[in-house]
């Protein structure tokens, strides 16, 4: 019988590949997320699936998350940084992960400014920001088609529509932010996965 090598990645912590993914609620952030973690071998850390294992969880932070979630309301930067940094901080101490993808940080330019500073407290930074830009149009049709399947409470008509129109409300600042920073890089998420990712991929062997 063949033998099987796996390949034994190390990855050094000072050189890691951080990548932020913004865009809107259906971008496509998620999947795209699950597709670079592989190629990558990174880490998903995303503030939506923390909050919603502090619901789960029953803890005092997803009670009150839960009710900013359910309206489609941003929950209060104060009260995502925490969990965030020990997210971080547990990803870090993985030997195994070359670095992390932020899905769903920063949704404002004040926790891309607090992002910044998380990380250089840790000797990282941002490497690349992909903001994956789909119509209004495509984003509600996938948030509808996704109510069926994962039964989020947030993925109603009501609620889609105010998470759709914050995204518009507060994504200008924070491109504004990271074009300022020189990471900023627009994907065009419109064709779906393999065309989005071998844009991001572009970018990516440019990088190394
Ligand atoms: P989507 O981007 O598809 O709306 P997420 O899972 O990223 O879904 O987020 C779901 C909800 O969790 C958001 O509508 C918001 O209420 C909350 N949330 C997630 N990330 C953040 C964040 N960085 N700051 C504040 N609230 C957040």
Do not use: W
């Amino acid at each position: 019988m063949d033998e099987i090598i796996l390949p034994f990645i190390i990855c050094l912590n000072s050189n890691m590949l951080n990548i932020v993914l913004t865009g809107g609620p259906g971008s496509g952030k998620g999947t795209q997320s699950n597709v670079l973690c592989e190629a990558y071998h990174l880490r998903h850390l995303s503030t939506g699936d923390l909050l919603r294992a502090e619901i789960a969880g029953g803890t005092e932070l997803g009670q009150i998350a839960k009710s900013y979630i359910d309206k489609g309301n941003l929950v209060p930067d104060e009260m995502i940084l925490d969990m965030l940094a020990q997210a971080v901080d547990e990803v870090l101490t993985d030997k195994a992960s070359c670095g992390v993808i932020f899905d769903g940080y920063p949704r404002n330019a004040a926790q891309a400014a607090a992002l910044d500073d998380l990380l250089a407290k840790r000797g990282q930074k941002v490497s690349v920001v992909f903001d994956i830009q789909v119509s209004d149009n495509l984003m509600e049709t996938r948030l509808l088609r996704r109510a069926g399947i994962e039964n989020r409470a947030d993925d109603n008509p009501e609620v889609i529509a105010r998470r759709i129109s914050l995204y518009h409300e507060l994504a200008k600042p924070v491109e504004d932010y990271y074009k300022m920073t020189g990471v900023y890089v627009a994907i065009d998420g419109e064709d779906g996965i393999e065309p989005t990712f071998a844009q991001e991929k572009a970018v990516l062997d440019k990088l190394k």
